[in-house]
């Protein structure tokens, strides 16, 4: 869904942009910089919003790991399954986004989409 409103041409580095947009604490540089290309501000609110949301999950991993002693053994062999879905989760909303469309994640895109 590219931006296609009247006299905004996409900037000449907006796929740049839109990777930046999945790399963590890089997101607020497209946030920041490129106010005029609303497809770049999406992708970089659902950067931010995705990135809140996988930090939220690795303090309750972690916390999981801590609490539960022995229990947290078996948290603990999944989760390099879990950064393995998070690295293609980023990966997978860099290549759709530079390809002109978006990644929806239910109920993270929602919440993005408030800002």
């Known amino acids: 869904m590219a931006d296609t ?35 770049v501000q999406w992708h970089a609110k659902h950067g931010i919003v995705l990135m809140l949301a996988e930090l939220v999950v690795w303090v309750v991993v972690n916390f999981v790991l801590v609490a539960l002693g022995p229990i947290g053994c078996i948290v603990a062999l999944i989760t390099p399954l879990l950064a393995l879905g998070q690295l293609a989760l980023h990966i997978m909303a860099m290549v759709k986004g530079v390809n002109g469309q978006r990644l929806i994640v239910p109920g993270l895109s929602e919440f993005a989409d408030k800002f």
């Open 5 to 39: 409103s009247p006299g905004s041409a996409p900037s000449s580095n907006r796929n740049v942009m839109i990777v930046l947009s999945y790399l963590w604490l890089l997101a607020l540089v497209p946030l920041l910089t490129e106010k005029d290309d609303k497809e």
